[in-house]
């Protein structure tokens, strides 16, 4: 067989050629098909980006290695293997097996045959989760690598920052491919990054690798893929390929270049398109003569009709289909509630015992966050003792980047065998990685219609009563609730923070863990025996604390603690309270509040978040619509003011709802 002078075989250039033709004119047939009004309403071209997709693709191994590729990277998509017809019936938004079955909007990959992780429609995110899942590639030593692309306007983006951190810091076996065409949407490069190109940025990364090519030179592109898989193969570390292409279309189908791109812009586009590049080189390489060039492009145009015909033959989702896969099913197994001893321990160490227990049977079970690790075990020293046990690999200092702990537990625990347990270390600054949480952790099961598990927790001190001022006292499980596609967690006591733990770290779904900070350390109702390792309470089951029979409260955290307290109290002046702490508010046992309203007919929901909006709203809505007639009383809420947590402690007992104002409420409830 001859060979090029790149050690590429004929047989390869003949299938790189074949599978640019079958990209492009599944761009030309896409956009017919928008036209003719086939049920495909949305088209994103990667005319223009063939080559480079094409020949990334065959340097990895289909099923072996990782890919994230962005929407333009159709070529590489159907250079890994994609079937071409779903591609299509993905397009019409058909019940197909990969590519989300019809929740995506086209050109959102996900193949879990081939390893295409579930991409989503947030530019940038993807690159977190190509090094999250390199960083599992390292550790479980099989050679693996990891291949992510992106536009030039993604690396924008601080995830494509942080991940190139990430990624240097540990040496990953991960390919990041900027398919550099000039333009993100309207806005030129010149507008978008200084200097121009991020290339003399990234080169500041130390062990980076950087190759600043022309993607459509079919000799650049296969010698940095080369270079950078055989890199990633031996554990060398990342590399990064900035590869130039023209984008020889609209950036989608609502899109008018014509608005911002001249003429002659238009046609250097078109000058430097790779499949006529390729062909001109396969011919002077005497690789190909024109007669089997134009054989191959016919063949691709069969290839492109035929898959588009039976497109159109596939159904559409099934009704009643769209409620599917919110969550992955999932029940611990059931096991009596028994206690090491009668010795009690804080809610910090239940968390820490549930920890080491669970790492000790699972080798997979990774520990990861700010200042997790070595001595200080976290700042509030929840993880202590976890790496001197486990060592660095398995319980790590992370940068301080919440995207980053987020985004890579995503991409880490996507092989379903490792297990992050991430820690944000404190709820307030969640928000620098919600976007990972929201538009990703949270949905990908559901968009990828089930195909896809993110089995990861995220543990995270919240809550005030500390003075921890606005940053360090945000209680944040109402904004968490809004979202679909997250369970979240709430113990009150030691006992329940380890059976709950062991709970989320075995259930398939991410997990949010929240644990009161004032409860940490908390003696009297907090600290607890110590249940045995077998125990787990599932989720969805409430606890009620204490029997009543005028009045109900439903609390959880601090406010689960307080109202204990007082119902002790007020029995002493024969008031009966009832009081009920959720553990969960997703899955919210909402049974176990009407069953309680049903006996004593009054409801009050306490909470320390602000009411406005806050979860306590939920709970007086259900129970309104499910449980009007038992009502002997208006449900009433207590709920923080509508502020900052100020810092100052008399500013701060002003603004939270203290003892006081919850025995008021109470009291006043009784009297109705
Ligand atoms: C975080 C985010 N912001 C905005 C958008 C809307 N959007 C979609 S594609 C795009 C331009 C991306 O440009 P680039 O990364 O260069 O890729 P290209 O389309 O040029 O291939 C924008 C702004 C988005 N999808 N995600
Ligand atoms: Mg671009």
């Known amino acids: 067989m001859r060979k090029t002078d790149l050690d590429l075989s004929k047989e390869q250039a003949l299938t790189i050629l074949q599978r640019m033709w079958v990209s492009r004119l599944t761009d030309d047939k896409m956009a017919k098909l928008v036209k003719q009004n086939k049920g495909g309403t949305f088209q994103l071209a990667g005319t223009g980006h063939e080559l480079v997709g094409v020949v990334c693709a065959q340097s990895l191994i289909a099923g072996k290695d990782w890919s994230c590729p962005y929407y333009r990277d159709q070529a590489f998509v159907i250079g890994l293997g994609a079937e071409l017809p779903e591609l299509f019936g993905v397009f019409l938004g058909r019940a197909t097996t990969h590519h989300s079955g019809g929740r995506m909007m086209p050109h959102h990959f996900s193949h879990k045959p081939l390893r295409i992780l579930c991409q989503s429609s947030v530019v940038g995110s993807q690159f977190l989760h190509a090094t999250g899942r390199a960083w599992g590639c390292n550790h479980s030593g099989k050679g693996e690598v990891v291949y992510v692309s992106a536009g030039e306007g993604a690396t924008s983006q601080g995830d494509f920052h942080e991940a190139l951190n990430f990624a240097s810091l540990h040496h990953l076996p991960v390919i990041f491919v900027i398919q550099n065409n000039g333009w993100a949407i309207s806005v030129p490069a010149s507008e978008q990054t200084a200097g121009g190109s991020i290339v003399d940025v990234a080169r500041g990364y130390a062990g980076l690798a950087v190759h600043d090519i022309d993607g459509t030179d079919v000799m650049a592109v296969h010698t940095a893929m080369q270079q950078a898989v055989e890199r990633g193969r031996l554990s060398e570390g990342p590399s990064l390929i900035i590869a130039h292409v023209p984008r020889i279309c609209a950036h989608s189908n609502s899109d008018n270049p014509q608005k911002y791109k001249t ?199 919240y809550g005030g009563y500390i003075q921890g001022g606005p940053y360090h006292s945000q209680s944040i499980e109402g904004f968490l609730a809004h979202c679909p596609g997250l369970k979240i967690v709430i113990p009150s006591h030691a006992a329940d923070a380890k059976a709950l733990l062991k709970t989320a770290i075995h259930d398939p779904n991410p997990v949010i863990f929240l644990e009161h900070k004032a409860l940490y350390r908390q003696q009297k109702f907090v600290a607890r025996a110590e249940p045995t390792a077998q125990v787990m309470i599932p989720f969805g089951q409430a606890n009620i604390l204490r029997e009543g029979q005028d009045v109900t409260i439903v609390a959880y955290g601090m406010m689960a603690m307080m109202a204990f307290e007082l119902a002790e109290k007020l029995a002493f002046e024969g008031m009966s309270v009832e009081v009920i702490d959720l553990r969960t508010i997703v899955p919210l046992d909402i049974n176990t509040i009407l069953e309680s309203v049903k006996k004593t007919g009054k409801l009050l929901i306490a909470h320390e978040a602000c009411l406005n909006c806050g979860f306590g709203a939920e709970i007086a809505a259900r129970v309104a619509q499910e449980g009007f007639q038992y009502l002997d009383a208006p449900i009433q809420r207590l709920g923080a003011f509508e502020s900052a947590v100020p810092y100052s402690k008399p500013l701060e007992n002003e603004m939270l709802p203290q003892l006081a104002d919850l025995e008021a409420a109470i009291r006043s409830l009784i009297r109705y």
């Open 263 to 461: 003429e002659q812009m238009e046609h250097c586009d078109h000058d430097k398109d790779p499949i006529a590049r390729y062909e001109q080189w396969l011919l002077s390489m005497h690789l190909l003569s024109q007669e089997q060039i134009n054989e191959v492009k016919e063949q691709a145009r069969l290839d492109v009709e035929q898959a588009a015909q039976l497109a159109e033959q596939m159904p559409y989702p099934a009704q009643g289909s769209s409620r599917l896969h919110v969550f992955s099913p999932y029940e611990p197994p059931l096991h009596d509630m028994e206690f090491i001893s009668d010795e009690k321990i804080t809610l910090m160490d239940a968390v820490n015992h549930a920890l080491v227990e669970e790492m000790e049977k699972d080798p997979y079970l990774v520990v990861f966050g700010q200042d997790v690790a070595h001595g200080k075990g976290g700042v509030f020293g929840v993880t202590r003792g976890l790496t001197e046990r486990f060592g660095t690999q398995r319980c790590f200092n992370t940068p301080l980047a919440e995207s980053t702990i987020i985004g890579i537990a995503i991409g880490m625990a996507m092989d379903g065998v490792y297990k992050p347990v991430a820690e944000i270390q404190f709820a307030d600054y969640l928000w620098t990685g919600i976007n990972q949480l929201f538009n990703e952790a949270a949905s990908i099961h559901y968009r990828s219609n089930g195909q896809w598990e993110v089995p990861i927790v995220v543990r995270m001190p």
